[in-house]
């Protein structure tokens, strides 16, 4: 979208087009043979009351491994689209990771201690880390954000949200 | 005239005050929604779904539509004063519309943006009205065979319309047909390709799907990209608005040829998309200034927006009126009506008048709400993009998370909408397209049904579905559709 943007000369590519490809559809096959060989075991076949639990995922999962087959050919044969270029270059990958590896920490710790604590320190720490907030600015918006969320979620609509399986912070400040 | 009846009885519905305000706040949310990168009309609503629960289902649903009216609106925004489309439709719109904005006449190209838009969604509308009811008649005597025909024509569509490889939308739409069995028979009430996991029983909730595949993976891609804003500031003045007002009727072909093209596409599920490039492209052909496409010109913006809304708009029609939707949003919004009981398809028409006129009428007051919020309130929304990604990336993801957890109230699915997201990321780098996989993952458990239904009452044969004139065209419509991409590949040789 940003033309200035564009990844710089020393950004070395990841990963190439055509082996993301080649990955990807041979994990749909993979999926597709799996749930295809449990939907013929469940009975892909006719019974006395119609067509049995497997019949229909059968033949879907049939679609899915004939439909991979063609890309994976496609693929291998580099004849899918731009497939020398990269996928993913180092300096992307690294501003993805940045977003998905603090993203998979942060659930982590929404099982751990509920929502509230987890979304306060998430998005403090992702402030002053990636955008160079000062800490105090950070804080406050965090909480802020948490307070907004429990008042929103808790008292006006009465959805209760994950408290936290290993200990609830909430119940610290008695609520 | 038993439509215009019915119409001014879903206007009294939709005017009480509570309902006006519900609409309000929908479109203002959904404006925002539509402004932000890694929001967009369906993973927005799919968030919100869960605040809904509580209300009335007419309140809920004239709410959750009106967000869908903001997010097509807010998309417009940030194409002309940033060049960065808030959602795909809006790409087409970034082509003349920046342009616009940089040499000064933002003003100017935001008034038509949300002009066309409005009239593009007022004629889908107006379409609605007098379309939907004789739909939903006819398809009062459709049995499971017809029914089956339509959902196959739906996503044979998807393949003959696509533009990528048919392989990979084939696959795409399979794999969504594949998670939607994972859990419960329906049927059978027997538990199946779960794998031993409990919480595979519940199966995929397509509302995980649709708030990882767009929320999460959309977020992951915009960072790649190092999303900096900066553009054009606007401000709306009344008198720019009237000069765009008196300039507007003069391109009145193109908003037919672009009205027709939205409304299509919108009903057969094409999706306001690649409605809004097909709209651009035709406009650039017929018009006089074709050539100058692209470097502002006033009909390159009238004409991908109208389009837009004219195909988001309609993508209601079908879902309403059978219960089988046109777009991935429409399909958030079937899922809300099955979580307050209500069963979309032609029966909604009989059974429930209050609700579908309700709707109706509310689909008239909310763009009518809706552009006069976005002509008075620009500068507003353009401020939110000046928020630093820094701060709006983990906010969206704590939304995103919320979002997922209300759902079941489990955490399992936060972690499976996490798997999503990266799923998204990848599929969206690689051209896999994700609007006939959720829509497979939303009507897959209906559409086996109905398949199993149909040849379970012809003893397993096959010619059910070439049984009768209305079954065997859909079919063989499907089908034609199906083979598309094989008859033009014949034809390049």
Not at chain 2, 195 to 222: K, N, P, Q, T, Y
Request: net charge positive.
């Amino acid at each position: 979208m940003n033309s200035e943007q564009k990844p710089k000369a020393g950004d070395r590519p990841v990963v190439k087009n055509r082996t993301m490809e080649i990955v990807v559809a041979g994990l749909l096959l993979l999926l597709g043979l799996t749930f295809g060989v449990a939907s013929y075991h469940l009975g892909a076949g006719w019974s006395d009351d119609g067509p049995e639990s497997g019949y229909f995922p059968f033949y879907i999962n049939l679609i899915i491994v004939i439909a991979s087959a063609a890309t994976l050919a496609q693929a291998i044969r580099s004849k899918t689209p731009r497939p020398r270029e990269a996928f993913v270059s180092k300096g992307q990958l690294r501003q993805v990771m940045a977003v998905l590896i603090p993203a998979a920490v942060y659930v982590l710790g929404l099982q751990w201690f509920g929502i509230y604590l987890a979304s306060a320190v998430y998005v403090t720490v992702f402030m002053v880390w990636l955008g160079k907030y000062s800490w105090g600015k950070s804080i406050a918006l965090g909480v802020t954000i948490s307070v907004a969320v429990y008042f929103m979620f808790e008292k006006w609509f009465q959805v209760s949200l994950h408290k936290g399986s290993w200990f609830d912070p909430l119940s610290l400040i008695g609520l | 005239m038993e439509e215009i009846n019915a119409l001014f009885h879903g206007f009294s519905v939709a005017l009480s005050p509570f309902n006006m305000m519900l609409m309000f706040i929908g479109v203002i949310l959904g404006v925002i929604i539509g402004v932000l990168p890694g929001l967009g009309g369906a993973n927005g609503i799919a968030i919100l779904l869960p605040l809904t629960f509580t209300m009335p289902p007419t309140s809920a649903i004239i709410m959750l539509s009106c967000i869908y009216w903001g997010a097509l609106f807010g998309g417009a925004i940030t194409s002309i004063l940033f060049n960065i489309p808030g959602e795909p439709w809006s790409v087409a719109t970034t082509f003349d519309g920046y342009p616009m904005a940089q040499q000064g006449r933002a003003g100017e190209a935001l008034t038509a943006a949300f002009t066309s838009s409005f009239i593009g969604a007022l004629v889908a509308v107006v379409m609605i009205t007098f379309l939907a009811p004789l739909i939903a008649k006819l398809a009062l005597k459709f049995g499971s065979p017809e029914f089956f025909s339509v959902y196959f024509l739906t996503f044979c569509s998807f393949i003959g319309m696509g533009k990528g490889s048919a392989w990979k939308t084939l696959t795409a739409m399979m794999l969504g047909f594949a998670l939607a069995c994972v859990g419960m028979d329906n049927m059978t009430g027997q538990q199946r390709l779960n794998f031993g996991s409990m919480e595979l029983v519940r199966g995929f909730d397509f509302l995980i799907a649709v708030i990882g595949l767009f929320g999460i993976g959309e977020i992951l891609i915009s960072m790649e990209e190092g999303l900096a804003f900066s553009g054009s500031s606007a401000r709306i003045d009344p008198k720019i608005v009237i000069e765009t007002w008196k300039k507007l009727p003069k391109y009145w072909m193109t908003s037919i040829r672009s009205c027709l093209v939205g409304c299509w596409m919108g009903i057969t599920p094409g999706g306001a998309t690649p409605a809004s490039f097909m709209s651009y492209g035709i406009a650039k052909r017929m018009s006089p200034n074709g050539a100058k496409f692209g470097t502002g010109q006033i009909e390159g913006v009238i004409a991908p927006e109208t389009a837009a809304h004219a195909a988001g708009t309609s993508a209601l029609l079908p879902m309403l009126a059978l219960g089988i939707p046109g777009s991935p949003t429409a399909a958030v919004l079937l899922g809300g009506l099955l979580i307050w009981g209500l069963q979309p398809g032609p029966l909604l028409f009989v059974e429930k008048k209050d609700f579908v006129w309700g709707l109706i009428a509310s689909m008239y007051l909310g763009n009518i709400a809706g552009l006069i919020i976005v002509l008075t309130c620009v500068p507003l929304f353009a401020a939110i993009l000046r928020i630093p990604f820094s701060i709006i990336a983990p906010v969206i993801i704590v939304i995103c998370a919320i979002g997922a957890y209300t759902v079941h109230n489990a955490m399992f699915e936060v972690w499976l909408m996490l798997a999503f997201g990266v799923v998204g990321y990848v599929f969206k780098k690689l051209d896999y397209p994700m609007a006939p996989m959720v829509l497979a993952l939303v009507l897959g458990k209906s559409a086996e049904d109905s398949f199993r239904n149909a040849i379970k009452g012809s003893q397993g044969d096959f010619s059910i579905f070439f049984a009768n004139g209305l079954v065997g065209s859909i079919m063989t419509l499907g089908l034609v559709m199906l083979l598309w991409p094989l008859v033009n590949k014949l034809r390049g040789k």
